[in-house]
C-alpha cells in the first residue's frame, strides 16, 4: 500500500519536479574510474602471469593472484558507482547513495586480510629464518605493477576526495597497498644485503602488515559509519549552523530538530522552522525556502526536508526527539 501511495505521490508532483532537478544537481557518474581500475588490474594480471608463466616462479603466480583480487574488488566498485547514481524509485525514495559503503567496506575486508596474510608469513619467517629472494626479474615485475597501481590508485583517492566518493577512495587505498608491499619488499632485501641481519627482512614485511591492517580498518569503520549514518563532520556543521543563525539573528524566527547524515554522494538534513503563529503558510514557505537555498550554496550535496511550526504552539516542542 505504501508503495502505491508514494507512485500517486510522485506523480501528483510532478510539476515541482522541475524545481527540485534546479536546486539539487544530480550526482556524478564516476564509474569511468573504476574502468581505469580494472584496466590497470587486467594489465598487472597479464604483466605478472606471463612472466610466472616465463620463469616459472610460485611467488610471480601468486602474485598475480593477488591482482585477481584487485579485479573482483574493482568490478565490485563499478557496480557500486552505477547503482549510488540510480535515482529515486518507489522502494528506495532517498536513492541509493548508500550502494557504495559496501564496496568501501568489502574493500576494506580484503585489505585487512590480505595484511593479516602478509603479518603471518613474515612471523613465519622470522620463526624460520632464510634468504630473501634475489632482486631479479619477478620483483622488477612487481615494481612495474606497483608503478602501475600507484598511478591508479593515486588518481582514484584524489577523485574520492574531490566528489566524496567512498568507493573511489577505497579502491584508491587498496591499490597503494600493493606499493606499500612491493616498497616493503626492496627495503627488506636491499637492509639484508647491506647487514646481512636476515631478521630485518620480515620486520619490514611486518611494519608494512600494520600499515596496511590500519588502512584496511579504517576503510571498515568509515563505510560502517556511513551505513550507521553518522552527522556530517563539524566543519560542515559549522557552516549549516552559521546560515541558520544568520536567519535566527533578527529574533523572529527558530530552528529545532536540526540532523544531518552522511549517504555517499548525497547527504540529508532535516529541520524544524518554527516561525510566528501569525505568519501565513506562504510566508512562512517562502523562508523556509529561502533558509535551504542558502543551506544547499554552502552545503550542494545537501537534500534538505524542512518542517513549519507555530512558534508559541507547545506542541512545536514535543517533536524535537526522533
Ligand atoms: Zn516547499
Ligand atoms: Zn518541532
Known amino acids: 500500500m505504501a508503495r502505491v501511495t508514494n507512485v500517486t505521490s510522485t506523480e501528483k508532483a510532478s510539476p515541482m519536479r522541475e524545481t527540485i532537478a534546479g536546486r539539487y544537481a544530480a550526482p556524478v557518474d564516476l564509474s569511468k ?21 616465463l620463469t616459472g616462479s610460485v611467488g610471480l603466480l601468486s602474485d598475480a593472484l593477488e591482482s585477481v583480487v584487485n579485479l573482483v574488488a574493482a568490478i565490485f566498485a563499478l557496480v557500486a558507482l ?24 568489502f574493500e576494506g575486508i580484503m585489505i585487512f586480510v590480505a595484511a593479516v596474510v602478509i603479518i603471518y608469513s613474515a612471523v613465519e619467517r622470522i620463526l624460520n629464518p632464510r634468504m630473501p629472494e634475489q632482486l631479479g ?27 566524496r566518493s567512498a568507493t573511489l577512495s577505497a579502491d584508491g587505498r587498496h591499490l597503494m597497498t600493493d606499493v606499500v608491499t612491493s616498497v616493503a619488499v626492496i627495503i627488506g632485501v636491499g637492509l639484508v644485503a ?37 552527522a556530517l563532520p563539524p566543519e560542515d556543521e559549522a557552516k549549516i549552523e552559521g546560515v541558520l543563525d544568520r536567519f535566527r539573528a533578527d529574533g523572529e524566527i527558530d530552528f529545532h530538530a536540526v540532523r544531518t547524515r552522511e549517504s555517499g554522494n548525497r547527504r540529508f ?8 503563529d501569525e505568519w501565513s503558510v506562504k510566508r512562512a514557505h517562502d523562508l523556509a525556502e529561502d533558509v535551504i537555498d ?16 507555530p512558534k508559541s504552539d507547545p506542541r512545536s516542542y514535543e517533536d524535537i526527539d526522533i
Do not use: C
Open 137 to 163: 626479474f619477478g620483483l622488477l615485475i612487481s615494481v612495474v605493477a606497483s608503478l602501475i597501481n600507484g598511478g591508479v590508485g593515486f588518481l582514484l583517492i584524489r577523485a574520492g576526495k574531490q566528489r
Open 82 to 105: 552505477k547503482v549510488s547514481i540510480k535515482p529515486p524509485d518507489s522502494n528506495h525514495p532517498f536513492g541509493h547513495s548508500k550502494a557504495e559503503y559496501f564496496s568501501a567496506a
Open 33 to 53: 574510474f573504476a574502468w581505469l581500475s580494472i584496466a590497470a588490474a587486467v594489465v598487472t594480471i597479464v604483466l605478472k602471469s606471463g612472466a610466472a608463466w
Open 194 to 230: 647491506l647487514t646481512n641481519l636476515q631478521v630485518l627482512d620480515p620486520i619490514v614485511a611486518i611494519l608494512a602488515g600494520i600499515n596496511i591492517l590500519w588502512t584496511g580498518w579504517r576503510l571498515i569503520r568509515s563505510s560502517s559509519e556511513g551505513l550507521m549514518d553518522i
Open 294 to 309: 542558502e543551506l544547499v550554496k554552502v552545503e550542494p550535496d545537501l537534500r534538505v526536508s524542512a518542517h513549519l511550526e
Open 269 to 276: 538534513m532535516e529541520m524544524h522552522v518554527l516561525v510566528p
